[in-house]
């Protein structure tokens, strides 16, 4: 059974720092790029990041570059997002995603990131 599961969400204050995980199981997680996705209320999910099936590569969206790290340990079958200097407007619902081709377009079922005073 294919599962992605995220978790490391939480309230934090502007400037604050969170670490999101996201585990895989059921497919081979190694294989493919990875994405983090973002969801605020009312908007529309938006990219966060991503990560060749290496490491090698990464990409953010614009109002991330230089606030959040993607990373991924293959051993251990699970993707990070480093989040620095959090501000107000990153609230939102966290995802991650494994597109493995065809059908297979594979999400977690989110974690919650509150950023406020």
């Known amino acids: 059974q294919v599962q992605l599961v995220e978790s490391g969400g939480g309230l934090v204050q502007p400037g604050g720092s969170l670490r999101l995980s996201c585990a895989a199981s059921g497919f081979r997680f190694s294989r493919y790029t990875t994405y983090w996705y973002r969801q605020a209320l009312g908007k529309e999910r938006e990219l966060v990041a991503a990560?060749?099936?290496?490491?090698?590569?990464?990409n953010y969206g614009d109002s991330m570059k230089g606030r959040f790290t993607i990373s991924r340990d293959n051993a251990k079958n699970t993707v990070y997002l480093q989040m620095d200097s959090l501000k107000p407007e990153d609230t939102a619902v966290y995802y991650c995603?494994?597109?493995?081709?065809?059908?297979?377009?594979?999400w977690g079922q989110g974690t919650q990131v509150t950023v406020s005073s």
């Open positions: 990560i060749t099936s290496s490491g090698s590569k990464t």
């Open positions: 995603k494994v597109f493995a081709g065809g059908q297979n377009d594979y």
